[in-house]
C-alpha cells in the first residue's frame, strides 16, 4: 500500500515561511519524480513544483519561482517544499504526488496523493 503524508502547513502572515513535507512509504521513489500541487474551494487542483528522482531537475510554476523550493530526500524518501515570502494568495490545501505518467503540470498525470496540508496566509 502506498502512502504520502503530508506535514507543515498552518496560519501564517503576509511574508512569512513555512516548509511543508511529504513522506513516502510503501514503496521508494528514490527514482521518480514528485510533485506539489494546491487547491482552493471550486477550482481545479494547480502545479506548484516538482523534481526529479535524483533531485538534480526541478520546475515551478511562474506564481511561485523564486520564493517557494522544492527538494528531495532520497534515503528518507521525503519531498520537502519551503514556501518563502508567503502571500495570501498562497492560501491552499497542498498536496504531494508521485510516479506521472503523462504531461507533469497536469494533476491527472500524477498517480499516487496525500491527503492534503492546509496553508493559510493571512494579509
Known amino acids: 500500500q502506498v502512502q504520502l503524508v503530508e506535514s507543515g502547513g498552518g496560519l501564517v502572515q503576509a511574508g512569512g515561511s513555512l516548509r511543508l513535507s511529504c513522506a513516502a512509504s510503501g514503496r521508494t521513489f528514490g527514482s521518480a519524480p514528485m510533485a506539489w500541487f494546491r487547491q482552493v474551494p471550486g477550482k481545479e487542483r494547480e502545479f506548484v513544483a516538482t523534481?526529479?528522482?535524483?533531485?538534480?531537475?526541478?520546475r515551478y510554476a511562474d506564481s511561485v519561482k523564486g520564493r517557494f523550493t522544492i527538494s528531495t530526500d532520497n534515503a528518507k524518501n521525503t519531498v520537502f517544499l519551503q514556501l518563502n515570502s508567503l502571500k495570501p494568495e498562497d492560501t491552499a490545501v497542498y498536496y504531494c504526488?508521485?510516479?506521472?505518467?503523462?504531461?507533469?503540470?497536469?494533476?491527472?498525470?500524477?498517480?499516487?496523493w496525500g491527503q492534503g496540508t492546509q496553508v493559510t496566509v493571512s494579509s
Open positions: 504526488a508521485a510516479q506521472p505518467n503523462g504531461l507533469y503540470w497536469l494533476y491527472r498525470s500524477w498517480d499516487y
Open positions: 523534481i526529479s528522482g535524483s533531485g538534480g531537475s526541478t
